[in-house]
């Protein structure tokens, strides 16, 4: 059975970093891309970020591109996001999800999901 849990998730200060876990298990993680996606109350599930499975490509939302790294270590089954400059807007939910060997920005395309992990960001 596949589990992701992410975790570090919490409050803080707009102009703070946060540094995001999920820790995948329960089968194999070969070819697949791991992502980060977020939700905010009232809105729908958006793509935040997505790394293939060497690690050589990612891909950002045009709104997280130069603040938030996603980065895996394929020994742990683990993809991180490093978020820094937080916004209030950044305040969500977060996500990680897999899928098998090509990325997508659509949530509905994505077969294994955590259960999320609160960014809250104070002004």
């Known amino acids: 059975q596949v589990q992701l849990v992410e975790s570090g998730g919490g409050l803080v200060q707009a102009g703070g970093s946060l540094r995001l876990s999920c820790a995948a298990s329960?089968?194999?993680?070969?070819?697949?891309?791991m992502a980060w996606f977020r939700q905010a109350p009232g809105k729908e599930r958006e793509f935040v970020a997505a790394i293939s499975w060497r690690g050589g490509s990612t891909a950002y939302a045009d709104s997280v591109k130069g603040r938030f790294t996603i980065s895996r270590d394929n020994a742990k089954n683990t993809v991180y996001l490093q978020m820094n400059s937080l916004k209030p807007e950044d305040a969500a939910v977060y996500y990680c999800?897999?899928?098998?060997?090509?990325?997508?920005?659509?949530?509905?395309?994505?077969?294994?999901w955590g259960q999320g992990t609160q960014v809250t960001v104070s002004s």
């Open positions: 329960g089968r194999s993680f070969s070819n697949y891309i």
């Open positions: 999800a897999v899928r098998r060997y090509s990325a997508s920005y659509s949530a509905a395309e994505y077969d294994y």
